[in-house]
């Protein structure tokens, strides 16, 4: 979720050194490389420089060269430990309690090909991240107790971008103090899930309160809701700012809001979004997983306008009792509803005209335009019909269908009933 913060990335920490560290101090005389102890008696490399009765003290230390993996700024964690001049006697104004950290950019290590040490100081153009204070610091009752006060401070630089990597750089003005560990590290905002969308590890920006956009791409089985899908990383390595989600595509439901699972068997969902999985309806089922329709059983269909949870129907049986009334050339049939509907509310009827010439009811082509139906002859939602302008002494064949909303999906004909009728003379 936004707001994750992932463990920066380290490019340099001496406390995982297992040998010397050996960075450069100019002059000689100054930071000196010693094996000491940090406050939980762990053995440690450190720099300490302790010139504090000798005035104008201008004492440099170049660490090794440090890779910056193609990051635009870098945290550096500096522990250390400050002697209080005011329990170092006679040391007049020489003494201090800060030093000062640089950087300088380069794309290879200033030690590569020899060269005097003097060089790299004087034509180097190092540039001041800070002048570093203690917050506390220890007098020699202390020291001798092994109850050190240890500063820890972190500072930033950047944008860098004009070498591959860099060095630091301390310069002592006169303290007494030890270098305790070094970390040199940058802030990425870790890889996430968030909105069924992924978002890849991105590093922070050239500065502190930048933010770097990240591009999102739903996860598998996940469909874009709105676009562009982006997070925004800020400077500390989290995520803020959504925009844009995905949400998961038709028969996957989400879980944890992070994953989109098939509907398992019997189970489907027909639209994307954050709907969860229903049972297959009625006379309906998924014989897979990530259905997105569950398929009608035999003899079961879903009609043109039915829904995806609609049960599936059938079609209705035949109209029954079928009974006549012939009025010279016109006749009114009535019927009563078939037994079966099908379990649908959409029932209507059909009522085909048959002639039969010579009373021969084998062969009844069908009647012509000129007979009249009211109140029609198709989509009957009444179970009467009248028929008028037949044809006078002749023998006709009505056939009453029940019709619903599956009739067309069935391959057979619908359902029927049948009655024949006799015209009498034509009225005078």
């Not at 008696?41 to 720099?47: A, D, E, G």
């Not at 590569?112 to 540039?127: D, K, M, V």
């Given at each position: 979720p936004a707001g994750k913060v992932q463990s920066p990335k380290t490019l340099m920490d001496t406390r995982t050194?297992?040998?010397?560290l050996g960075w450069i101090s100019f002059p000689a005389n100054g930071w000196e490389e010693v094996s000491g102890y940090?406050?939980?008696?762990?053995?440690?490399?450190?720099?300490?420089?302790?010139?504090v009765f000798e005035p104008s003290q201008n004492n440099w230390l170049l660490t090794t060269y440090v890779d910056r993996r193609g990051v635009q700024r870098v945290y550096v964690e500096?522990?250390?430990?400050?002697?209080?001049?005011?329990?170092?006697?006679?040391?007049?104004?020489?003494c201090k309690e800060t030093f000062n950290l640089y950087y300088l950019e380069t794309d290879r290590s200033l030690?590569?090909?020899?060269?005097?040490?003097?060089?790299?100081?004087?034509?180097?153009?190092?540039?001041?991240?800070?002048?570093?204070?203690?917050?506390e610091s220890f007098s020699q009752v202390d020291f001798g107790g092994r109850l050190m006060k240890v500063n820890t401070e972190v500072r930033s630089f950047g944008p860098l971008s004009r070498g591959r990597g860099f060095h630091l750089a301390f310069q002592d003005l006169g303290?007494?103090?030890?270098?305790?560990?070094?970390?040199?590290?940058?802030?990425?905002?870790?890889?996430?899930?968030?909105?069924?969308?992924?978002?890849?590890?991105?590093?922070?920006g050239a500065e502190s309160t930048s933010l770097v956009i990240a591009r999102g791409s739903c996860i598998a089985n996940g469909e874009e809701v709105?676009?562009?899908?982006?997070?925004?990383?800020n400077g500390d390595g989290e995520w803020m700012v959504p925009i844009g989600s995905c949400s998961c595509k038709a028969g996957y439901q989400p879980d944890n809001a992070n994953v989109c699972r098939a509907c398992p068997q019997g189970t489907f969902k027909s639209f994307q979004g954050a709907g969860l999985c229903q049972q297959c309806p009625a006379h309906s089922l998924s014989t897979s997983e990530a259905a997105t329709l569950c398929g009608c059983r035999n003899g079961y269909y879903r009609g043109d306008v039915d829904r995806p949870e609609d049960a599936c129907t059938?079609?209705?049986?035949?109209?029954?009792?079928?009974?006549?009334?012939?009025?010279?050339?016109?006749?009114?049939?009535e019927w009563n509803p078939p037994r079966d509907t099908g379990h649908r509310g959409d029932l209507v009827y059909n009522v085909l005209c048959r002639r039969c010439p010579g009373g021969e009811r084998r062969v009844c082509p069908s009647c012509d335009d000129s007979v009249a139906?009211?109140?029609g002859r198709r989509g009957l939602k009444v179970n009467r019909v009248e028929i008028s302008r037949l044809r006078a002494h002749t023998a006709y064949a009505f056939d009453v269908q029940a019709i619903n909303g599956v009739s067309n999906k069935s391959p057979y004909p619908a359902q029927q009933l049948s009655i024949n009728i006799t015209t009498n003379q034509a009225g005078k």
């Open positions: 050194a297992t040998a010397e940090d406050e939980n008696l762990n053995t440690i490399r450190t720099y300490q420089v302790c010139n500096i522990r250390f430990t400050v002697r209080d001049c005011a329990s170092i006697p006679s040391v007049l104004g020489s030690t590569e090909g020899g060269g005097r040490a003097t060089e790299y100081w004087t034509n180097a153009p190092f540039l001041k991240v800070d002048t570093i204070a203690a917050d303290a007494c103090m030890s270098l305790l560990a070094v970390r040199v590290f940058y802030k990425k905002c870790p890889s996430v899930v968030q909105n069924f969308a992924f978002f890849p590890e991105t590093v922070t709105d676009v562009p899908i982006k997070l925004y990383c059938s079609v209705p049986s035949a109209p029954r009792n079928v009974v006549s009334v012939v009025n010279q050339t016109s006749v009114v049939l139906f009211s109140p």
